[in-house]
Nanobody, 120 residues
């Protein structure tokens, strides 16, 4: 069974840091674009950042300079380093990945999310 599993969320004080991880597991032929999205209570799910297999990154404007996305292709893992966290960063953070399961079949997958709470 193919799945994305996030970890690393939790409670952090304003100004603090967290590192999220997401592992793609199962019978996977190759992994394409991986990314992070977040959804605050009562809000829509929004882009945080994406990264291609070649390392090209894209960030939402509000995350630039504070968040860094990276990946380890050998481990099918994507990371999100979050620094200078603010209360408005509180949200459920979801991993997303474009996975090719065979040479001719690909699909988009979501993790179940990990909660990040920024509060004093």
């Amino acid at each position: 069974q193919v799945q994305l599993v996030e970890s690393g969320g939790g409670l952090v004080q304003p100004g603090g840091s967290l590192r999220l991880s997401c592992v793609a597991s199962g019978s996977i032929f190759s992994v394409g674009v991986m990314g992070w999205y977040r959804q605050a209570p009562g809000e829509e799910r929004d882009l945080v950042a994406t990264i291609t297999s070649g390392g090209n990154t894209n960030y939402a404007d509000s995350m630039k300079g504070r968040f860094t996305i990276s990946r380890d292709n050998a481990k099918n893992t994507v990371y999100l380093q979050m620094n200078g966290l603010k209360p408005e960063d509180t949200a459920v953070y979801y991993c997303n990945a474009d996975l090719r399961l065979t040479s001719y079949y690909r699909s988009n997958y979501w993790g179940k999310g990990t909660l990040v709470t920024v509060s004093s």
